[in-house]
């Protein structure tokens, strides 16, 4: 009964990761990511992406298999994220893998990128099935119950943007960097929340479902209002936009995750994983909504709340044990839900 030790791959989206994984404690998990290559551009590019994948790929690996003093031949399986995720970097990981595979005869796992994520409490705090977690990314906005490595059963999910693609879309128009959401919770530090009104969409709908459109929209006219009364945005403006912003987003996943919470029977904890789990104001919300109701709360550490392959060698190792290994007819989904 000794932990297998798995070779993770991710590349579904702008990050090129490799990781190994003994059990649950992580060898090594390198990530490439590719932030300075789209800067220019004010967001993904697509083919840039894919290109930057398949000539990182390599080097993450190596690295990760150095770092973990692991040769290939001493890893028990190859895990992948096989989507969802733009195809072109999620072809590139699952050729790589395969070739992995086929060359030294270990099994191949396709992993689902969100499942990954979804698991990821269980890495990090060992966390127990039935568990609610909150799935809140660049790409995906969804409460998720989960009941085993492929068990997941959606409560409630976005109807339009997620809130990462809201944060970096909302960075975008007040000229802050990219990624966003480290932009505008770095300014909404000094920002005073309630100086500028924000909707909190869809709190007049009963259950769990989300949206974060009519954010951008409303950032959009309070920043055309401020430049058109006073000629532009002094610091000032820029901080309280991002503090009232942030507030709206916070509350209202806040006030979902309570709806969810009540919903949610026997589970063993709540989580947040995805990338704007980073988001220090939400964590905190979260938590405190979690200890009025005695459930035990997981934020896994930001390395791994972000794109990382350690999540997927988790996955796969949880995939592999519960159905066993896919084979080399293992394809490549730009989507795939849970
Ligand atoms: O999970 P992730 O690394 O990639 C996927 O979307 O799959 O999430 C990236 C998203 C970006 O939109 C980024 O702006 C957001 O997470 N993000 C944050 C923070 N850090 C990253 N959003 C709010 N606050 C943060 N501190
Ligand atoms: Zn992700």
Not at 207 to 227: E, I, N, Y
Request: glycine share 10%; proline share 6%.
């Amino acid at each position: 009964n000794h932990d297998i030790t798995v070779l993770g791959l991710e590349s579904s989206c702008d990050d090129t990761a490799a990781a190994v994984l003994r059990g649950r404690t992580i060898l090594s998990s390198v990530v490439a990511d590719q932030t300075a290559l789209h800067a220019a551009f004010g967001g993904v590019v697509p083919e840039i992406a894919a290109r930057a994948h398949a000539e990182k790929l390599d080097i993450c690996i190596e690295t990760a298999l150095n770092k973990a003093g692991t040769p290939l031949s001493e890893i028990d399986a190859i895990a992948v994220t096989a989507g969802p995720g733009l195809i072109g970097g999620v072809l590139s990981g699952v050729m790589m893998a395969k070739g992995l595979s086929a060359a030294t005869g270990k099994p191949l796992i396709g992993v689902n990128h969100l499942a990954g994520h979804a698991l990821t409490p269980r890495l990090t705090d060992g966390l127990e099935y039935p568990y609610l977690i909150l799935l809140v990314s660049g790409g995906h906005c969804q409460f998720l119950r989960v009941d085993g490595p492929n068990r997941f059963s959606r409560l409630g999910s976005t109807i339009d943007d997620a809130p990462g693609e809201a944060f970096d879309k909302t960075a975008r128009l007040l000229g802050l960097p990219q990624p966003g959401g480290p932009s505008v919770e770095q300014h909404a530090k000094d920002g005073d929340e309630t100086r500028f009104k924000f909707p909190r969409p869809l709190l007049d709908r009963a259950g769990c479902d989300l949206s974060f459109s009519g954010l951008k929209t409303a950032l959009l006219r309070q920043r055309d209002q401020l430049v058109s009364d006073q000629g532009g945005l002094h610091p000032k403006d820029v901080n309280d936009l991002c503090a009232g912003f942030q507030a709206a987003i916070r509350d209202v996943l806040v006030e979902k995750s309570r709806r969810a919470l009540e919903v949610s029977n026997d589970i063993t904890g709540f989580a947040v994983a995805g990338g704007v789990a980073a988001n220090k104001s939400l964590r905190a919300s979260l938590e405190t909504l979690s200890d009025a109701r005695d459930i035990p709360f997981v934020a896994p550490p930001l390395a791994l709340c972000t794109d990382n392959a350690a999540m997927i060698a988790f996955a796969g190792a949880e995939k592999f044990a519960s159905e066993g290994a896919d084979d080399l007819s293992l394809s490549a989904r730009p989507r795939w839900p849970l």
